[in-house]
Each structure stands twice: as structure tokens, then as C-alpha cells.
């Protein structure tokens, strides 16, 4: 395997359930990397897919009213991130389940997730926790 995407403190959110969200994505989309290398029991695959079918919608949908709760003014922006991520996200399990090469799979994951990682999760969640905290004080 290549990497696997690690959490680490610097890319909280301070919302201790959003930062849980971001935890299981991330332990998801690494057992689901391990299986595309590894070929392992493909009962992970039909499990990490109902992971991020569940995740997509929960994860979202939360992050999205809890920023409408602290009347964040870049909430419509961030919501078309969204879904960019979902249509994305669609495209890679229809491709996933059609069978497409496992290497093809797992270097888009990698690249895909690590910049989503590290332009969303990172940059544009951050922009919401600050926003929050600052007018919170």
C-alpha cells in the first residue's frame, strides 16, 4: 500500500462529532484501500460502501445544519462541495462495483481522498470552525 490517511488533532474542527465523522471517513476509506491492494474478502467492499452511502448523507447533512445554526455566510459555497463529493462519489461506486481495475481504484482514492482531505477537511472546514469560534467568544 501506498499510505493510508491518518487523523491527526491539527484538522479538528473543535465539534467533537464532526471530528468523530472525520475519524470513521478516514478509518473507511483506509480499510477500503487495504482490500483494493490486498484483495481481501469482498465483504469489506459491500461494507465500506454502505459506510459511505450511510456517512454521506449523516456526515453532510449535520455538518451542513450545524453551520446554519451558527449562521456561517459561506455555508452555500461549502455546500457545493458537497456535492461535487457526492456526483464523485457515485461515479467511483458505479466503477467499483463494474469492476474496474483495483489499481485504477485505489490511486483514485488516494489521490481523490488526499485532496479532499487536504483542500476540504483541512482548508474549508476550518473556515466554519473559525468563523464559529471567533463569534462565539
Known amino acids: 500500500m501506498k499510505y493510508l490517511f491518518e ?22 476509506v483506509n480499510t477500503l484501500l487495504s482490500y483494493i491492494i490486498s484483495e481481501k474478502d469482498d465483504t469489506i467492499v459491500t461494507e ?32 457545493k462541495y458537497h456535492k461535487d463529493f457526492i456526483e464523485h462519489y457515485k461515479n467511483f461506486k458505479e466503477r467499483l462495483l463494474a469492476g474496474v481495475s483495483r489499481e485504477t481504484l485505489s490511486l483514485e482514492i488516494e489521490q481523490y481522498i488526499g485532496n479532499w482531505w487536504l483542500t476540504h477537511i483541512a ?15
Open 48 to 79: 465500506a460502501v454502505a459506510f459511505l452511502d450511510e456517512y454521506i448523507n449523516d456526515h453532510f447533512a449535520y455538518e451542513e445544519q450545524y453551520m446554519a445554526e451558527h449562521k456561517f455566510p459561506g455555508i452555500e459555497n461549502h455546500i
Open 7 to 28: 487523523w491527526t488533532p491539527k484538522i479538528s474542527v473543535g465539534d467533537v462529532i464532526i471530528d468523530k465523522q472525520h475519524q470513521r471517513l478516514l478509518g473507511q
Open 123 to 137: 482548508v474549508e472546514d476550518h473556515k466554519y470552525a473559525e468563523f464559529i469560534k471567533n463569534h462565539e467568544a
